[in-house]
């Protein structure tokens, strides 16, 4: 180990009162997390200790100023009992490219690894074994300077906490393309996984929930033309057999699994295209008849389908779940890199692996 952690076990481990059949989305923690405290220029005192509250001080920068970024992935269990990651170094740099555009100080790539294979190694336990189950993994950093005035923080807290969560097989939603609020906008912070962004989504949500649709599909700022995004996740379209995905211009967080879904797609030889997308086009698409399939692509859920879009006065219905093959298949080969079932050929999957055990 390159870095100094150090471990102070739990007296009392949650783990037994936890049904691995029946996880609420959110609401079981693991018993340890791991913290860490950015002053003077660099991360100080990196610990992993019993998952539990802290103190804040009242003029904290984060409640006033909103530094504060996050990232969202998985640990599972191979079906032979192995813990693993999918890609975790994507979200090591992901992290960081959000703390640089929300003026906040990087985690050095090889001290977040270390701290999420040591902390993920020591509450193995914590991983459901179920298929479709894994330990939802929360990394976070925000501004803990006390200081009343909009200035970047001299001050920080990176912390990651988990907690298992069971299989996820969301029915297919319904979307309505938004025409009044936008998530993001070339140049503002939506490249960046910062917590300002979901904040300013609810309002719209909300809206759309009352109106009977699922969830919102994000339009471009400035012509609400261009499609974006699909509530938090990155959105796929299938039209006359081409696979097409907003390409990322600045307001589209680069989403992790719409990367590997790029990936995979590439190897097994479909036609895709990353670009500008217009809510015409699909609606075109649609009248002809070539709409085949949409869906939406990220960690909690590899693959959301889509089953209607609403757009102005027009309400898009997309064919049945059978005639889908694409979103199915991409599910079924990132689920089975993680139960370990598919070959890996890509060196996506990272096996849990620390000494942090053996030095406490
Ligand atoms: C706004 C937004 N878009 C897309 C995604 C999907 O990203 P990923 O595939 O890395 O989970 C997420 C979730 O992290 C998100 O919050």
Redesign the pocket.
């Known amino acids: 180990m390159k870095y100094n952690i150090t471990v102070s076990k739990t007296e009392a481990s949650r783990l037994s009162s936890v049904d691995f059949d029946n996880i609420p989305f959110g609401r079981v923690f693991s018993d340890h997390m791991f913290v860490a405290d950015y002053q003077d220029g660099e991360w100080q005192d990196l610990r992993i200790v019993p998952f539990g509250n802290f103190e804040m001080h009242p003029a904290a920068m984060v409640l006033h100023y909103g530094q504060a970024i996050f990232?969202?992935?998985k640990a599972s269990k191979t079906v032979d009992g192995k813990a693993m990651l999918l890609r975790p170094e994507?979200?090591a740099k992901?992290i960081n490219a959000s703390a640089a555009r929300m003026c906040m100080p990087a985690v050095p790539e090889d001290l977040f690894l270390e701290a999420l294979h040591a902390l993920i190694d020591l509450d193995q336990a914590w991983i459901p074994p179920q298929l479709g189950s894994a330990l939802y993994i929360r990394p976070y950093m925000f501004a803990t300077d006390e200081f009343i005035g909009v200035k970047p923080s001299q001050r920080y807290k990176f912390i990651i906490f988990t907690g298992p969560v069971g299989p996820y097989y969301p029915k297919p939603v319904s979307l309505i393309a938004e025409q009044k609020y936008v998530?993001a906008v070339n140049g503002g912070t939506?490249e960046a996984?910062a917590a300002g962004?979901?904040a300013g989504s609810l309002l719209p949500a909300k809206i759309a929930n009352e109106k009977g649709y699922d969830q919102v599909m994000w339009m471009d700022g400035s012509e609400f033309k261009y499609i974006q995004?699909v509530?938090?996740?990155?959105i796929f379209f299938v039209i006359d057999g081409k696979v097409i995905t907003p390409a990322t211009d600045g307001a589209?967080?680069?989403?992790?699994?719409?990367?590997?879904i790029l990936n995979i797609l590439k190897d097994k030889g479909y036609q895709i295209e990353e670009r500008p997308l217009a809510i015409d086009e699909v609606v075109k698409a649609h009248e002809a008849g070539k709409l085949e399939e949409v869906f939406g692509?990220?960690?909690?859920a590899v693959i959301a389908h889509v089953a209607k879009i609403a757009y102005q006065d027009k309400e898009m219905v997309l064919p049945p779940m059978e005639e889908r093959k694409i979103g199915a298949m991409i599910k079924e080969e990132i689920d089975g890199l993680r139960a370990g079932t598919i070959e890996d050929e890509r060196g996506w999957v990272v096996a849990v692996q620390s000494d942090i055990l053996v030095n406490i």
């Open positions: 990232e969202g992935m994507m979200h992901r998530r939506g996984k962004n979901y995004e509530g938090t996740m990155n589209i967080l680069k989403g992790i699994t719409r990367d590997s692509s990220g960690t909690a």
